[in-house]
């Protein structure tokens, strides 16, 4: 097994691992890369949506997609990029915060991928908490945040009001690590409980920013049998549509997490 350094900030590339048939040995040296690295890479797999559910598996309980799921495979879900004047996920964001219990990991694998960009970025929100000032973590350390999926409702044309809503902390604590973690994002938090949206403006712009400082960032570029996992944790991404009407294919699924403290 080969490890080479995305960027950084975060990020490993993993060589010389066929991700179908690793002992136990070798899965617990790649959980301590993902806890260490945030992002890890795997190029030049050959996976069957089974091989890709089977390796998520170990990683904890995967979450179904009861509308969007493939036939058979109902934790597996496939994303076409293909042809999009503009992807419904061009912002910053960690998957699903906007649930109780968010999945602490996202699995993707190419079937497709563009001969020009399509690149997904990543931001290290362990590094955006770390070097915050002391004055501004003991502020952050006392808040919470509500998130909200409104707007994916109010893009799909879904009942506004109906859309799942959570409440979590600011600095969330990685349950594997015990390392702090930024954890908001422009795209799902909307206030500081017991703040108003206008109270709230002023930080939460701040902190958006702050998160997304380009030292923080790693960017990956898909090929053909990449599989890229991330960690939801401790890790903001963005999907970067810069490939025009090349084809981007993938399946995606998501291993559940633990409600964020």
Not at 161 to 169: C, K, M, N, V
Not at 228 to 246: E, F, I, K, P, T
């Amino acid at each position: 097994m080969e490890v080479t350094r995305m960027s950084a900030p975060l990020g490993a590339v993993v060589e010389g691992v066929d991700v179908r048939s690793l002992d136990d040995g070798v899965f617990e040296e790649i959980n301590q890369l993902f806890c260490e690295h945030h992002v890890l890479v795997f190029p030049k797999q050959n996976l069957r949506p089974n091989d890709q559910i089977k390796f998520a598996n170990r990683f904890g309980e995967l979450i179904p997609f009861p509308y969007m799921a493939l036939q058979d495979y109902p934790n597996l879900i496939e994303l076409s990029n293909k042809g999009k004047a503009r992807d419904v996920n061009q912002h910053w964001h960690s998957d699903m915060t906007y649930h109780e219990q968010p999945p602490k990991l996202t699995m993707l694998y190419a079937l497709e991928a563009p001969e020009i960009g399509g690149e997904t970025a990543f931001a290290n929100q362990e590094l955006a908490y770390a070097e915050l000032s002391v004055g501004m973590k003991k502020v952050v350390d006392e808040l919470t945040a509500h998130h909200t999926a409104e707007g994916l409702a109010k893009l799909y044309g879904e009942d506004q009001q109906a859309a799942p809503r959570s409440l979590h902390p600011v600095a969330r604590t990685h349950d594997e690590t015990g390392r702090k973690s930024l954890y908001v994002c422009r795209a799902f938090t909307r206030r500081f409980d017991e703040w108003s949206r206008e109270e709230s403006k002023a930080l939460l712009e701040y902190l958006f920013a702050h998160s997304v400082r380009p030292e923080y960032q790693g960017r990956h570029q898909w090929r053909v049998g990449d599989l890229v996992l991330w960690d939801n944790r401790s890790v903001l991404h963005y999907a970067v549509h810069d490939h025009g009407d090349d084809t981007r294919v993938i399946h995606r699924c998501q291993v559940m997490g633990n409600a964020p403290y």
